[in-house]
């Protein structure tokens, strides 16, 4: 199949677009480069030996997607292009929800308009909500209320992709709900490229591993769990992407809409990840505790039997795996992708 990636620069699309060759498939990216650059997609290229074809658009601009829609024939899209800083949502929520929910549009339109079926949509666990719900999180749980306006935008974005689905009974729509997503190839070719500081904590540690920040500061030491910080879903981004294969192949046989969470099932704390990291790699990661971050929930993590039951997808690093590939990437791109 061949299928376009809106996004696929980044993070976790050229993750996907590694799966995707390596499965056979043909990959055609879009990016803006807003929070990524080419050389990630230069590296897929020389990771897999394949090609890709990419091009410098944004996905708001319609008039440019329809010119690559009709260029490509394309089977199915998969939707990575966001903005995706909790923080900056809440200070710019017009460019929040002008990027995000436009994109989206922008993209169904292409697709009506060149008979374009399948869709794969990077949603998120913020859509469960603030406190609606309890963990571990099922699909089957309503959204909840957001705590930000970048969650709304995935909440807001999953009503309009399954209202497209009932009014087009041709549609196919998956909606991908990521957990934590950290780690990276183990190639230490392609991985998280945070562009300021880092707004997460992975990608934080390894900075200050590498040497570019002095201390991590972990946000809250008096939640309701075992060691006093928060405890969250990580899963390794070479898992996250092997759900995608599975995704685009569950899309292309069924239509409708269909939600899976992308995690692990099993919770760890910050402080266990502080430990995960300076025991896999024999490295120190200095820290203080701060105060809470607003917005913050004490636990959630997946309840993951349904992408196993439904699209027979397993996730296959541990927690160490993830570590040692996040610093094999770190310690080898000190910059990312910067020279
Ligand atoms: P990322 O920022 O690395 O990738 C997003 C890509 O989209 C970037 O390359 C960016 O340049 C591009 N982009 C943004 N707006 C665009 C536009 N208008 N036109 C063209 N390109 C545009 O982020 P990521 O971590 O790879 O996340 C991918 C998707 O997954 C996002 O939608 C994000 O909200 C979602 N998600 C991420 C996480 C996470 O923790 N990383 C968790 C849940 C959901
Ligand atoms: C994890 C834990 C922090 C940084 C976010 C989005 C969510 C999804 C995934 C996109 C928390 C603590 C962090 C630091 C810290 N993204 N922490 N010091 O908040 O679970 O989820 O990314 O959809 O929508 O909200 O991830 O990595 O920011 O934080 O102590 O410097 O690490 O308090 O407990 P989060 P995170």
Redesign the pocket.
């Known amino acids: 199949m061949k299928i376009l990636l809106a996004g696929g620069a980044g993070y976790i699309g050229s993750h996907t677009a590694v799966a995707l060759l390596e499965a056979g498939h043909e990959v055609v990216v879009v990016d803006n480069y807003c929070n990524s650059c080419a050389e990630s997609i230069k590296r897929v290229e020389e990771l897999t030996g394949k090609s890709v074809v990419s091009y410098e658009a944004d996905v708001k601009d319609k008039a440019k997607m329809l010119e690559i829609f009709q260029a490509n024939s394309i089977d199915c899209v998969i939707h990575f292009a966001g903005l995706?800083a909790?923080g900056e949502s809440v200070q710019k929520p017009i460019l929040y929800y002008r990027n995000n929910i436009d994109t989206t549009l922008t993209l169904l339109e292409c697709m009506a308009e060149t008979g374009v079926h399948n869709f794969v949509f990077s949603s998120?666990?913020?859509v469960y909500g603030d406190s609606s719900n309890n963990p571990p999180y099922e699909e089957s749980m309503e959204r909840g209320k957001c705590s930000?306006p970048?969650?709304w935008t995935?909440s807001m974005m999953e009503q309009i992709l399954q209202d497209a689905a009932v009014a087009n009974k041709e549609l196919s729509v998956v909606l991908l709900r990521?957990?934590?997503?950290i780690g990276a190839h183990p190639s230490g070719r392609i991985g998280e490229d945070p562009q300021g500081i880092?707004?997460?904590?992975?990608p934080?540690i390894a900075q200050v591993a590498v040497g570019r920040r002095d201390k991590?500061?972990?946000?809250?030491d008096d939640y309701p769990t075992p060691d006093g910080?928060?405890r969250?879903d990580y899963i390794h981004v070479m898992d996250l992407a092997a759900g995608h294969l599975q995704a685009v192949e569950f899309a292309v046989q069924n239509k409708g809409t269909e939600i899976f969470n992308l995690g692990t099932g099993t919770p760890y704390s910050?402080l266990e990840?502080v430990r995960a990291f300076e025991n896999s790699n024999g490295i120190k990661v200095p820290f203080e505790f701060g105060p809470?971050?607003a917005?913050?929930l004490p636990a959630f993590w997946a309840d993951a039997s349904k992408a196993r039951e439904v699209l027979g997808w397993r996730t296959t690093y541990t927690l160490e795996d993830m570590c040692k590939d996040t610093w094999n990437w770190q310690k080898n791109n000190p910059q990312g992708y910067r020279k």
């Open positions: 995706k909790v998120s666990a913020t930000n970048y969650g995935k990521y957990f934590n997503p880092p707004n997460n904590l992975m934080y991590l500061t972990i946000f809250g910080t928060c969250r910050v990840i809470r971050r917005g913050d």
